[in-house]
Structures are given as C-alpha cells and as structure tokens.
C-alpha cells in the first residue's frame, strides 16, 4: 500500500462554526499561536501555515528546534527533529494530523537528509522554501469522553448503519475485503468466499474473532499483521492501526465496558519498532494513545454519539480518501475493534 499522506481536509470557517454550534468535539480547534514573527510571507518560495497539529506544534516550540527530511510523497514531506520527533508538512486540501503542518508550498523533488530548521516562527526546508507557523491555529485531536458518549446499545446502532452502507463499495485492494467478514460477523450472516482472496486474510479473520469473542490475545494477534504490505505504511499496520483506535476509543467513551489492555500495547509498539519502518511505528503508536487522522477521530465521534448516517459517512468518505489503500485499511481496522460494540448490544 503506498501513502499519499495521514491527517483531515482542513475545515473551512464556516464549518467550524457550524460545528461549534452542534457541539462537534472539533469545536475543540485551540488557537494557539508559535512564537509570532514580525516577518511576513515575502516571495513564492515563502508561505503560511494554515494549521498546525499539537505534536507538530509542540516539537517546533522546543528551544533550537532543528531536523532532516527523512522521506518524500508527492504531497507530503516527513521530517523528524534532532530529538526524534515525527512531523510532516503537506498542502491544503489533504488532512490534518497532530503531527502535520499544513501550508500551500511545493513539495516535490526533495531528496532526504535536507536539513529544517525553525528561526523566529519560520520553519526552513532546505534551501527550497520556508514557512510562517507562527500564527497558524492548532489542531488537538478530540476523543470521545464518558459525558459525551451515547448509550453503548445507541452507538451499536450506528456502527451497524456505517457498515451497511461502506460495505458493498469496499474495495478489492489491502484489507478493504476483510470488511464483509466484519459486516458478517456483526451480523451472523453467511461470510462471501472472496473474503478469503487477499494477503493476510487468515491472519485478520483472526483478529476479527478474537475482538468479536472479547478474547484477551486481540493485541498480540494484532500485532503479527505488523509489516505486512509494501509502501511507507503498509496495510498490516495501517489495519492494526485502525483496530488500535477503535479499541482506545471505546475505552475512552465507556471506560467500565471495555478495558485498556496497556501491557500489550506496550509489547505492540515494541514489534512494531523491529517489524516496520520507523515512520509506521510511530504511526501505530499514535493510534495507540488516540490520535490518529481527522476523520478518523470525526468517525468516531459519529458512531459513539450515535449520529445518522448522513454524518457517519462524509467522515467514513474522508478516511477512504487516504492514500491509495491507507484510509481503507484503517477503516476496516477501526470497525473491527468497533465489533465490541456488537457483542455489547447482545448482552
């Protein structure tokens, strides 16, 4: 699976305030500003973020920030500081991360080892172009709390309106497929043959049993997906990331149902440092504590304050729109973990 790149579109001012007024956990948006700089954007090689995830923000707060590209796609640049912080900058229109930096610049042709370095709130790439961050606004990513969350019955309810309706455009690519065997297993319903006709499909149904049953071995059979798939995120890790999510987020939304195994958490981090690239495995352990892709997080929100179908899916479409398999892949994970919910409502 190859990465365009992780995060939400950004949200135009009207939608935001649309938000805030429905109590959208996106009202959540802190405004909170770098260092300011008295300099303004002065020729085509400089621009302007236009939002700043907290990680990112929080990284390039630190006192003589400095780092390298470590990795290209044609719409995002990754980055990582001298004190190992990821961070990656991409253009409007893609999504945002807590570890993205969103600005209208160009980004092909930059090879890796380019030095970035951050001087009165602008952040230089290279000698390619340098970016106001100063002034843009921060993204926190929300979660679900208890006052939040609906009844756990409620959300079941719209979880099983969201699979209804993203199961027949599934995808034949990454693990997209194993999303009927999700769909059968919330349903009992008969699983199709061509579930069977992908990559790992053994190995996922496995995990999807193992979270339908509420056994305690979900993260560790999880966590042997790990690597699984070719690109800078490979499918294995973006499924268990997805799964990940879904688990942390019911936690988080029902915290007496559904428990945080920590332990195993931990222990997946770990093989996910020897199993996939470093980029990947930071990926995974942001999925661990919660933060993950804008629609991944507007996803959630929808299916645990139980919202219709007409919210679930332009948040379901976002996620889609990730990458060529990554936000499918993700998909399917998250409503894997989300089968907890199943098992809830039949109890």
């Not at 993205?100 to 890796?112: D, F």
Request: glycine content about 8%; proline content about 7%; overall charge positive.
């Amino acid at each position: 699976m190859r990465l365009n790149v992780i995060g939400t579109p950004c949200r135009r001012a009207t939608r935001r305030r649309a938000l805030r007024r429905r109590g959208h956990p996106c009202s959540r948006l802190r405004h909170r500003k770098l260092p300011r700089s008295s300099l303004s954007v002065k020729s085509e090689s400089q621009s302007a973020a236009t939002m700043v995830g907290v990680t990112a923000q929080m990284a390039m707060g630190t006192a003589g920030f400095e780092g390298r590209v470590i990795a290209a796609v044609p719409n995002a640049v990754y980055m990582q500081s001298a004190s190992g912080e990821l961070l990656w900058m991409t253009t409007p229109g893609n999504v945002i991360h807590a570890r993205a930096v969103i600005a209208p610049c160009h980004l092909r042709g930059l090879p890796p080892d380019v030095t970035i370095t951050l001087d009165h709130g602008w952040l230089t790439v290279g000698s390619s172009f340098s970016v106001e961050v100063a002034h843009a606004p921060v993204w926190v990513p929300p979660l679900v709390g208890p006052e939040s969350a609906t009844d756990a019955r409620m959300a079941a309810s719209s979880f099983m309106t969201l699979l209804k309706a993203i199961t027949p455009i599934a995808p034949s690519s990454g693990f997209a497929p194993a999303i009927a065997y999700v769909s059968s297993t919330a349903t009992f319903a008969a699983t199709p043959a061509d579930v069977e006709l992908f990559a790992g499909s053994e190995s996922v149904r496995g995990v999807i049993d193992s979270v339908s049953n509420r056994q305690s071995d979900t993260l560790q059979k999880a966590a042997g997906l790990l690597g699984l798939g070719p690109g800078l995120t490979p499918s294995g890790d973006d499924f268990a990331g997805g799964l990940v999510f879904a688990l942390r987020a019911l936690h988080v939304a029902y915290p007496d149902r559904f428990p945080w195994d920590d332990s195993s958490a931990r222990d997946m981090v770990a093989r996910a440092r020897e199993q996939t690239n470093g980029i990947s495995a930071e990926l995974l352990h942001d999925h661990i504590k919660g933060r993950g892709a804008g629609p991944l997080h507007d996803l959630a929100y929808a299916v645990l304050t139980a919202q219709p179908e007409e919210r679930l899916m332009p948040a379901a479409e976002g996620l889609m729109r990730i990458g060529r398999t990554t936000g499918w892949d993700i998909l399917t994970g998250f409503c894997a973990g989300m089968l907890l919910l199943c098992h809830e409502s039949r109890s």
